[in-house]
């Protein structure tokens, strides 16, 4: 199976920006989709952001002009520039390729993620 490594989260202030990377082991970027999701305390599981196989992006209403999904082929890395951040982005990011195509359905991304690395935690403060 796969294994998928997430850092650069951390502590930030409201405001404030952080970039978040993925990288996987035994798997081409270029060649999938992957997401990102996220898991705050005592909620429920939710996708953030996707970039599909050919680079197509697709975005939760929460995030959407705040964070940015980029991959980089030849470092093999999805990324996450996270802008403008709120309290509500608090959360456990995780990256993972999704069960299904990268898709939007009203607000929210529709696929959960096939797999799960350890994640990285993002904690933003007033």
């Known amino acids: 199976q796969v294994e998928l490594a997430e850092s650069g989260g951390g502590l930030v202030q409201a405001g404030g920006s952080l970039r978040l990377s993925c990288v996987p082991s035994?798997?081409?970027?270029?060649?999938?989709?992957i997401g990102w999701f996220r898991q705050a305390p005592g909620k429920e599981r939710e996708g953030v952001a996707c970039?599909?196989?050919?680079?197509?992006?697709y975005y939760a209403a929460a995030v959407k002009g705040r964070f940015t999904i980029s991959r980089d082929n030849a470092k093999n890395t999805v990324y996450l520039q996270m802008n403008s951040l709120k309290l509500e982005d608090t959360a456990v990011y995780y990256c993972?390729?999704?069960?299904?195509?990268?898709?939007?359905?009203?607000?929210?991304?529709?696929?959960?993620?096939?797999?799960w690395g350890q994640g990285t935690q993002v904690t933003v403060s007033s």
């Open positions: 035994d798997m081409t970027v270029g060649a999938y989709a």
């Open positions: 970039i599909s196989s050919i680079g197509n992006t």
């Open positions: 993972a390729p999704p069960l299904g195509p990268c898709m939007v359905e009203g607000d929210n991304l529709v696929n959960d993620g096939a797999y």
